[in-house]
Each structure stands twice: as structure tokens, then as C-alpha cells.
């Protein structure tokens, strides 16, 4: 699945390859999980900034989240 059949509105989405991570992954993560800002790639995963309605801080904020996602062409 590429970015262009999963639309997402993640600042810096277009900087990194579609073929990078599984797509999947991402998607099922979208459901209860807000991916607000794509922060880097490292050598074992791709690293986004992202917010839920899980993670709320006792003033009612939310917590911002690092959602790390395997990347397909690292080595296991």
C-alpha cells in the first residue's frame, strides 16, 4: 500500500520513500492514534510524532506521543 491510497494530512509524509515501511501497520494504528509530524528514519524503523485520547496528562492535555514503526528494508 503506498501514501497515495491512504490519505494522511503527517507533516514531512512526502520526504521519505512509500515503500519504506508497511503501510498496514500505519493504518491500523490510525484508528485510535492521531500521527501528527514524520520526525526521522533510523537504521531499524521510521519514527513519527502523534497523539491519542489514551494518553491525557492529569490537566486534560495530551501526552504527544513517538510512534516507531519497523521499516521493511532493515535487517532483522
Known amino acids: 500500500m503506498t ?5 494522511m494530512n503527517i507533516e514531512g509524509l512526502n520526504a ?5 515501511f508497511d503501510w498496514e ?5 490510525s484508528e ?5 509530524e514524520y520526525v526521522g528514519k533510523g ?4 519514527v513519527f510524532k502523534a497523539f491519542s485520547d489514551k ?3 492529569k ?4 501526552i504527544i506521543l513517538a510512534v516507531k514503526i519497523p521499516r ?3 535487517p532483522k
Open 32 to 36: 485510535y492514534i492521531v500521527f501528527t
Open 59 to 62: 490537566n486534560g492535555n495530551h
Open 72 to 74: 521493511l528494508d532493515a
Open 55 to 57: 494518553y491525557i496528562d
Open 25 to 29: 501497520i500505519l493504518k491500523n494504528l
Open 43 to 46: 537504521h531499524r524503523g521510521v
Open 3 to 7: 501514501n497515495l491510497d491512504f490519505k
Open 16 to 20: 521519505i520513500s512509500s515503500k519504506l
